[in-house]
């Protein structure tokens, strides 16, 4: 089938519009790669990066006579994916052969489990608390990479073999956003579960949406197309999104959905038929005659659920209760398993000198600020835990004021020195002198008779003025409690 553009024929349908006349059924596949060293049937590497081709084997080949050997690690690694989204887990699975003809799938069929995954019937809570149902998990190898140039296209086999899990939604999410978070969510397991490193950006967590459109208040599904190989939160969006206001194009028009699987072209932001959708039997299904029954039982589960860490949720209740932040704060914080991991470790080396909430909001605020626009990475951090520690610390001692604070954490953000080298360089220590602040304060109040009159007459916004006048004398180096003091004791003294 040639491929065309699935544009929508008019563009004055607003989305809300849409979703009062139509329901989205949205589910998603999400791929997940496992970190494992070695792929899931033979002991080639699984480093990203190398050499095309250079990661393989007469196995990852598909050469004949060879035998595949499961990976114990990646089975490992499924399993706690699966207690960590309360799945039960399947004492004997079984290995097929999911037949179909790919330049990038070299022995003509994937490894996969279809009938007899090794778990099923899971479930994640999303923030709103409502509970998505995880259909199924199962274990299956990946395929290749096709590489297309200007006059050919090429084959790389190294992604061939490497352990993928993929989970499986029940076809219940409601909307582009709520999709967004769900794989958001998984993902922040996955990377807790330290199972995968969930970099989308190289393919290693990537999943298949599959949407549908119903007359709101039906119980019947209707037709649901596939969209392959999403690899950014924002692509799922924006691919979604796209989606439904097609369908709802040729419903509306009187025409039927067709099952086919498509391609999100981020650059126009449309969607591309790609061929008409399979059905499994399509794909020939049979047991794999290579492969035994995989066995699972009690004890591997419990020895395996006896080392799971804490998982993103925990963490939220735990960073609740123990630092007494807001549960937005908490969420965010715990979004990124680093992330996390940074601000306990600022916490702790703080040691007391400002709130945990202080810590929380510099880190959501400053911090992050600072850390997106210059591309930081935590295992690299520019501005080190042990030095964003002794910022907040000399915040908190009264050695330098919020505004200080604030300006010497952005030359640390743009030159990598320690606080304290650039305080003393710049003559930013707080003051402290009641004299000192007394004496601006006479000399703003003498400079600013309106301001003052207004003031007494009950305008209070013209204080913060008055303060910013003061502020702007001391460079912001008059420790802002005195100097509130200070200005108050000499305003009501003009009372």
């Not at 790389?156 to 073999?161: E, I, P, V």
């Not at 807790?192 to 459109?213: K, M, P, Q, T």
């Not at 969006?237 to 391609?263: C, F, M, N, W």
């Not at 000399?394 to 320690?418: H, P, Q, Y």
Request: proline share 4%; glycine share 6%.
């Amino acid at each position: 089938m040639s491929s065309k553009s699935t544009e929508p024929k008019s563009s004055d349908h607003g989305f809300n519009s849409i979703l009062a006349r139509f329901e989205p059924v949205i589910g998603l596949e999400v791929h997940c790669q496992l970190k494992t060293e070695s792929k899931l049937f033979c002991g080639c590497k699984t480093t990203f990066g190398a050499l095309a081709n250079q990661n393989t084997c007469p196995l990852c080949l598909g050469l004949p006579g060879v035998l595949p050997v499961l990976n114990h690690e990646a089975v490992e690694y499924a399993i706690r994916m699966a207690l960590a989204v309360g799945a039960t887990i399947r004492e004997r699975s079984v290995f097929a052969r999911k037949q179909y003809f790919y330049p990038d799938l070299p022995k003509g069929y994937q490894l996969t489990q279809y009938d007899l995954p090794y778990c099923e019937n899971g479930s994640l809570q999303l923030d709103s608390g409502r509970r998505i149902h995880i259909q199924r998990i199962h274990m299956e190898e990946d395929a290749g990479k096709n590489i297309h140039g200007d006059n050919a296209s090429y084959v790389d086999l190294n992604r061939a073999g490497i352990p993928l899990l993929e989970i499986v939604s029940a076809p219940e999410l409601s909307g582009p956003a709520e999709a967004a978070e769900y794989l958001k969510k998984l993902r922040a397991i996955a990377r807790y579960l330290d199972i995968s490193d969930g970099n989308l950006e190289e393919g290693s967590f990537r999943c298949d949406a599959n949407v549908s459109l119903r007359p709101v208040g039906s119980q019947t599904l209707g037709t649901r197309t596939e969209i392959k190989n999403l690899n950014s939160f924002r692509n799922v969006e924006k691919a979604i999104t796209y989606e439904i206001l097609r369908q709802a194009d040729i419903l509306e028009s009187g025409g039927q959905v067709r099952q086919v699987t498509l391609q999100f072209d981020a650059a126009i932001g449309r969607t591309i038929v790609m061929r008409s959708k399979e059905d499994s039997p399509d794909y020939r299904y049979f047991p794999d005659p290579d492969l035994g029954v995989l066995l699972i039982d009690a004890a591997r589960v419990q020895n395996v659920r006896a080392n799971i860490r804490e998982l993103p949720e925990e963490k939220v209740q735990r960073f609740q209760a123990a630092f007494s932040i807001p549960e937005a704060d908490a969420r965010q914080l715990t979004e990124e398993k680093e992330l996390a991991e940074f601000f306990e470790d600022v916490v702790q080396r703080v040691d007391g000198a400002v709130a945990p909430k202080i810590v929380a909001n510099w880190m959501l605020s400053e911090y992050l600020r600072e850390f997106n626009a210059r591309e930081w990475r935590f295992d690299q951090p520019f501005v080190s835990s042990e030095r964003f520690a002794r910022l907040l610390k000399l915040l908190g001692e009264g050695t330098i004021s919020g505004r200080i604070a604030k300006t010497v954490f952005e030359e640390m953000a743009a030159t990598g020195a320690d606080p304290d080298g650039i305080i003393a360089a710049k003559g930013l220590v707080q003051i402290n002198d009641s004299a000192a602040i007394k004496a601006v304060v006479d000399q703003v109040i003498a400079a600013h008779p309106e301001q003052v009159a207004q003031y007494l007459s009950g305008k209070q916004k013209v204080y913060g003025f008055l303060v910013g006048q003061v502020m702007k004398i001391s460079a912001g180096r008059f420790n802002p409690n005195l100097l509130n003091e200070c200005l108050k004791e000499a305003l009501h003294g003009k009372s």
